[in-house]
């Protein structure tokens, strides 16, 4: 699933192609990739001839604020990513006019495409069809978003804030720090680089971890997420960015998907395991259950 590096590639992306677009028209395979409003005929109806005002993020969502006070939020889910180009429908199949990355199979599956009065238009690639879009007033996007936890690159996000999060909480700390009502947008691997880079192991409980380790993680977690957006972020499976592009993040993991390979701070070979069902890389050297802090 794409994470905040991902989603903040994507609307960074968006930003420089879209904005001041408005949506002509819009096209489906799979309604049931739209939420709200419940009828694909409605949705079409209500977002045809609003411009968009302003692209952002929130978590793993990104926000087009449209004209008119309207929002349409897109959540790529597992396997989605949104590109722009220009595509024509040949034979039932929507084929790319311009050569490149638009044209590789991984860009293909698309499900939705948002047609702008500037000739360009915004497609989602889902090979799952997991991904949800939604149309909703600007101003119930608070509603949208409540229980969400703090943007961990903002620069409200202060050390102190970070602490008080772990006061009187309990639980392996990979599992919390990807809890989206504690931290927004970390995932799988964004949480298993920070923990590397804090040399803190993924099981320990956070109740254990001091106001040094706590120091280390918080700026463990800022440095791994700020690389993966400067690079891109990351491809293993199925992103891209919005023209069809791999995220460069991939040649910067130090632990993710590396296990028996030697960890790139002592050489100790990277192990896995698993942690409620999801796999977790560490190494056993420097992220020991006791450091000295």
């Given at each position: 699933m794409p994470e905040l590096p991902e989603v903040q590639t994507t609307v960074n992306g968006l930003q420089k192609k879209v904005l001041g677009g408005t949506f002509i028209d819009v096209w489906t395979d799979w309604e049931k990739m739209v939420k709200r409003p419940a009828r694909f005929k409605e949705f079409k109806k209500q977002l045809k001839g609003r411009?968009?005002?302003?692209?952002?993020?929130?978590?793993?969502?990104?926000?087009?604020?449209?004209?008119?006070?309207?929002?349409?939020?897109?959540?790529?889910k597992m396997t989605g990513h949104l590109l722009v180009g220009i595509w024509n429908l040949e034979s039932g199949i929507w084929k790319s006019v311009e050569d490149g990355p638009l044209k590789?199979?991984?860009?293909?599956?698309?499900?939705?495409?948002?047609?702008?009065?500037?000739?360009?238009?915004?497609?989602?690639?889902?090979?799952?069809?997991?991904a949800k879009v939604e149309l909703v007033k600007t101003e119930d996007l608070h509603k949208e978003f409540e229980g969400?936890?703090?943007?961990?690159?903002?620069?409200s996000f202060t050390f102190e804030k970070f602490q008080a999060l772990f006061t009187r909480r309990r639980g392996k700390v990979k599992q919390v720090i990807m809890v989206p009502q504690f931290i927004a947008g970390i995932?799988?691997?964004?949480?298993?680089?920070?923990?590397?880079?804090?040399?803190?192991?993924?099981?320990?409980?956070?109740?254990?971890?001091?106001?040094?380790?706590?120091?280390?993680?918080?700026?463990?977690?800022?440095?791994?997420?700020a690389l993966g957006v400067e690079f891109g972020g990351d491809s293993f499976s199925d992103y891209r960015d919005v023209d069809g592009n791999k995220g460069k993040f991939e040649g910067k993991k130090k632990v993710y998907q590396r296990t028996g390979q030697p960890c790139l701070r002592c050489i100790t070979l990277i192990k896995r395991?698993?942690?409620?069902?999801?796999?977790?890389?560490?190494?056993?050297?420097?992220?020991?259950?006791?450091?000295?802090?």
């Open positions: 411009s968009i005002l302003r692209v952002w993020r929130r978590a793993k969502n990104v926000v087009f604020e449209l004209l008119g006070g309207y929002s349409l939020l897109i959540h790529m590789e199979k991984i860009n293909g599956y698309l499900h939705i495409i948002f047609f702008l009065d500037n000739g360009k238009m915004i497609a989602l690639s889902d090979m799952r069809k997991f969400l936890g703090p943007e961990p690159l903002e620069k995932g799988n691997i964004y949480a298993s680089e920070a923990l590397w880079e804090a040399k803190i192991h993924p099981v320990k409980d956070i109740s254990k971890l001091g106001r040094k380790e706590l120091r280390v993680l918080y700026n463990a977690i800022r440095k791994v997420l395991l698993k942690i409620g069902q999801r796999s977790s890389f560490y190494c056993p050297a420097c992220q020991t259950l006791n450091p000295k802090f």
